[in-house]
T-cell receptor, first 110, second 118 residues
Framework: LAKTTQPISMDSYEGQEVNITCSHNNIATNDYITWYQQFPSQGPRFIIQGYKTKVTNEVASLFIPADRKSSTLSLPRVSLSDTAVYYCLPSGAGSYQLTFGKGTKLSVIP | NAGVMQNPRHLVRRRGQEARLRCSPMKGHSHVYWYRQLPEEGLKFMVYLQKENIIDESGMPKERFSAEFPKEGPSILRIQQVVRGDSAAYFC????????????????FGPGTRLTVL
């Protein structure tokens, strides 16, 4: 399993763009990179997934460089409701054992 | 379409008692997964079940823990003779039948059951 490293916490003001980078140096060739969001007292929620380059959806963008040893989750114009823990998970296609690290605790300040 | 349901949301047990945690997957989902989250930690995989079958229980403690997903009714995670170290949040997730080995099968998580052992 690919080991991941993320900042433990980040603070941001409302309206700013937030970028959270995750290192996964030993990611396997067939691993996708998936990001989950977890609010206090709730289960994790899928945000976005990618394999390489850039993926964008209505919630976030995911940037993955060519070597795939890291990925960056970008949240545009955060609001207070984006305060949560964000997890980066490399996982193989078809795999079901999700491995969550400690994640990055994002605090959005008014 | 209701999401994954878990009950109870909070459960308090004394040492030595049994804890039963229930999970109803999303409609149309036949795969259920249980995870445990200790305070300030990420979720850890425990077990993967399909209807009437345990597919992978490699994350389950060898003793006192069991899980089932009967043909009818919710999935149950059962912890016998609870100890203080069992205090944690237990999350259930579900997913639809796999659409192919090369595709990612998103897991949808419930709100969790917070178990406190006194």
């Amino acid at each position: 399993l690919a080991k991941t490293t993320q900042p433990i916490s980040m603070d941001s003001y409302e309206g700013q763009e937030v970028n959270i980078t995750c290192s996964h140096n030993n990611i396997a060739t067939n691993d996708y990179i998936t990001w989950y969001q977890q609010f206090p007292s709730q289960g994790p929620r899928f945000i976005i997934q990618g394999y390489k380059t850039k993926v964008t959806n209505e919630v976030a963008s995911l940037f993955i460089p060519a070597d795939r040893k890291s990925s960056t989750l970008s949240l545009p114009r955060v609001s207070l409701s984006d305060t949560a823990v964000y997890y980066c998970l490399p996982s193989g296609a078809g795999s079901y054992q999700l491995t969550f690290g400690k994640g990055t605790k994002l605090s959005v300040i008014p | 379409n209701a999401g994954v349901m878990q009950n109870p949301r909070h459960l308090v047990r004394r040492r030595g008692q049994e804890a039963r945690l229930r999970c109803s997957p999303m409609k149309g989902h036949s795969h259920v997964y249980w995870y445990r989250q200790l305070p300030e930690e990420g979720l850890k995989f425990m077990v993967y079940l399909q209807k009437e079958n345990i597919i992978d229980e490699s994350g389950m403690p060898k003793e006192r823990f069991s899980a089932e997903f009967p043909k009818e009714g919710p999935s149950i995670l059962r912890i016998q003779q609870v100890v203080r170290g069992d205090s944690a949040a237990y999350f259930c997730a579900s997913s639809p039948p796999a659409s192919g080995g090369s595709s990612y099968n998103e897991q949808f998580f419930g709100p969790g059951t917070r178990l406190t052992v006194l």
